[in-house]
């Protein structure tokens, strides 16, 4: 299988900035996404890095260095909506995108 | 554009029982994939369609396991002599094809075996 390593559960604060980070080690990497799930729902698309650097998209940013095999999601301004548990999948060349999941992180927010 | 429709969203059978679950992809996404989800763990991929042809099957996906797209729209899963081992959630999740496209996921079945 591949190593996908993400911290179980986070805390962090209303307003504040948190950043998960997820170290992957495999063979044919492709791209890394980014899932939402909150509790008894579906994981949703957050973000998607195939090259180095930075992707924005409003409050949320991830970030990939593929030498480092190391991506992070970067949340700003935290609402308490955001408390959720964060999953980090990488995909393979020509495996049809099939996701290789993380365990995820568990973020709860706090007033 | 409903989104992915999962059906039943809750399942309790006993041991040793069958199970069917159903998928309604987006309509036009040809790859529909399913994934098993158990507490505190990621998804875990279990089989692959690109339009009708089941194309790969996970080791996980015992020979209890069968799933079918006959059309290459909806999909079904069935579950045979159900195990407690069994009880999870059942992701579906379709995309377009391409390598570089996000897949939408279904609200899931959640399946326990008592």
């Known amino acids: 299988g591949q190593n996908i390593d993400q911290p179980t559960e986070m805390t962090a604060t209303e307003g504040a900035i948190v950043q998960i980070n997820c170290t992957y080690q495999?063979?044919?990497?492709?791209?890394l996404f980014w899932y939402q799930q909150h509790a008894g729902e579906a994981p949703t698309f957050l973000s998607y890095?195939?090259?180095?650097g930075l992707e924005e998209k409003g409050r949320f940013s991830s970030f990939l260095s593929r030498s480092k095999g190391y991506s992070y999601l970067l949340l700003k301004e935290l609402q308490m909506k955001d408390s959720a548990s964060y999953l980090c999948?990488?995909?393979?060349?020509?495996?049809?995108?099939?996701?290789?999941f993380g365990s995820g992180t568990k973020l709860n927010v706090k007033p | 554009d409903t989104g992915v429709s999962q059906d039943p969203r809750h399942k309790i059978t006993k041991r040793g029982q069958n199970v069917t679950f159903r998928c309604d992809p987006i309509?036009?996404?040809?790859?529909l994939y399913w994934y098993r989800q158990t507490l505190g763990q990621g998804p875990e991929f279990l089989t692959y369609?690109?339009?009708?042809?089941?194309?790969?099957k996970s080791r996980l996906l015992s020979d209890r396991f069968s799933a079918e797209r006959p059309k290459g729209s909806f999909s079904t899963l069935e579950i045979q002599r159900t195990e407690q081992g069994d009880s999870a959630m059942y992701l579906c999740?379709?995309?377009?094809?391409?390598?570089?496209?996000?897949?939408?996921f279904g609200q899931g079945t959640r399946l326990t075996v008592v």
């Open positions: 369609f690109q339009n009708e042809a089941q194309l790969e």
């Open positions: 999740a379709s995309s377009r094809r391409g390598s570089q496209t996000e897949a939408f």
């Open positions: 999948a990488v995909t393979k060349v020509d495996n049809f995108n099939k996701f290789y």
């Open positions: 890095n195939v090259l180095d």
């Open positions: 495999t063979s044919g990497f492709n791209g």
């Open positions: 309509s036009e996404h040809n790859r």
